[in-house]
Every structure is written in C-alpha cells, then in structure tokens.
C-alpha cells in the first residue's frame, strides 16, 4: 500500500525566513511519481512540481527547491525568503506509474503554512 | 495546463437532497477523477472516470452514493446522493493533461444542513 507522511501539521515564520516542509512516503512500486500541490484560502489546489522515482536530481524553481532522496524516501519542499503570498496548505502526493496515464494520487494530511509579515 | 471549471463552486443542502457537480474541460482528456476533501482533512479518491466506460470506485465509495457520468472527452459530472451532513467536504475533480501530472478543478463547496 501507499502512503504519504507530513508530521508538520502547521507551521508558522517571520517573512524572509527559510522554511523547509518535510514529506516522508512509502511504496512497494519501483517506479512511481512524486509531487507537491498549494492550496490557497481560495481552496483550489495548484500543481508545484513533480518527479518521478528514477530522477533524484534536486530542483529548483524561483525561491522553491525540491530534494527527493530515495534512501530515506523523503521528498522535502524548501521555500526560500517566504513571503506572505507562500501562505497556504501545501500537500504531498504520490502516485504509481502503469504507462497509460495518470493515475490515482494518495496524499499526505497537508502542512498548513503561514507566513507572518 | 488545462482549463478546468466545476458548477456549482459551492451550494448548501438540505439532507435527503441529491446534488450533481459539473466538471468541465476545455481539451479533451481520457482520464477524469473525482476527490473528496473533508473538512480540515486531505484529499480522497472517490473514483477515476474514463469516457466509455463505467467509473471505477475507490473502497469506501460506491455507485448508489456517488453516481459518474462521463459522457465526453471534456466534461463529467458527480453526484452526491441522498446527502447527510457527513457528505459536507469540498468535491474536486481532476484531469491528466500533461505527462501523468493531474490538474485540479477550482473545486465545490458542498454544506450539508
């Protein structure tokens, strides 16, 4: 079975402060997605990143990076100097991988974020 | 990414009621799914609708409860029968449009008194 783990139920910084939102995962599949969403107060979810099992370069976007470590099937998301706009629920999902497609997504509970100014 | 709309974005309901959720593409797309988010809690599959043939249902959900059409490539609809309070969570559908990564729809706010 899959399973998604953020044990940052919330988390609260200073604007500018470096913040790091921690997704431990769990699978039997050898190939599989990983991925990172944003809700926003508004409540639509906002796709950030995906990567999948074979690819353990870390990203970066902007003030968002992204370290996937296979070792410890962990998949972090650091936001760099947060702003007030970075506040919001952000989930981490997985998914396996068949080759025809997406397919179903497990989440993890979501890491509330609030930055304050 | 794609364009998604769902109707209505958020309705109140009396139990007993049924409601039918609107989701809408603006390309076509072999794969639709629908989500369930309860209050304060993640997101749920509720079931995966490809058009042509009949949805396919997560454990814990099922067909009288939560009957899918998908008539189309580019639209479905959800609905959510016989509603009782529980059924008060925001409903959200999904599309693969781009290299297995799934787009959300806006998503429908459903209160159930």
């Known amino acids: 079975a899959q399973k998604v783990t953020q044990a940052q139920t919330e988390i609260s910084v200073v604007e500018k402060e470096d913040v790091t939102l921690d997704c431990v995962y769990e699978t039997r599949d050898t190939t599989y997605y990983l991925f990172w969403y944003k809700q926003p107060p508004s409540g639509e979810l906002v796709f950030l990143i995906r990567r999948n099992s074979f690819d353990e370069q870390n990203e970066i976007s902007g003030r968002y990076s992204w370290n996937f470590q296979k070792s410890t099937s962990s998949f972090n998301f650091t936001i760099t100097a947060s702003q007030v706009v970075d506040s919001a629920v952000y989930f981490c999902a997985l998914s396996g991988y068949s080759g025809q497609g997406a397919q179903k997504l497990v989440f993890g509970q979501g890491t509330r974020l609030t930055i304050n100014p | 990414s794609a364009v998604i709309s769902q109707k209505p974005s958020r309705d109140i309901c009396q139990r007993g009621t049924s409601l039918t959720i609107q989701c809408q593409v603006d390309s076509q797309v072999t794969m639709m799914f629908w989500y369930r988010q309860q209050p304060g809690q993640s997101l749920t599959l509720i079931a995966t609708?490809?058009?042509?043939?009949?949805?396919?249902?997560e454990s814990g959900f099922v067909i009288d409860k939560f009957p899918i059409s998908r008539p189309n490539l580019t639209f479905s609809t959800l609905t959510v029968s016989n509603m009782s309070p529980e059924d008060s969570s925001i409903y959200l559908c999904?599309?693969?449009?781009?290299?297995?990564?799934?787009?959300f729809g806006p998503g429908t706010r459903l209160t159930v008194l």
């Open positions: 999904s599309v693969d449009r781009s290299r297995d990564t799934q787009y």
């Open positions: 609708a490809n058009q042509g043939s009949e949805a396919t249902y």
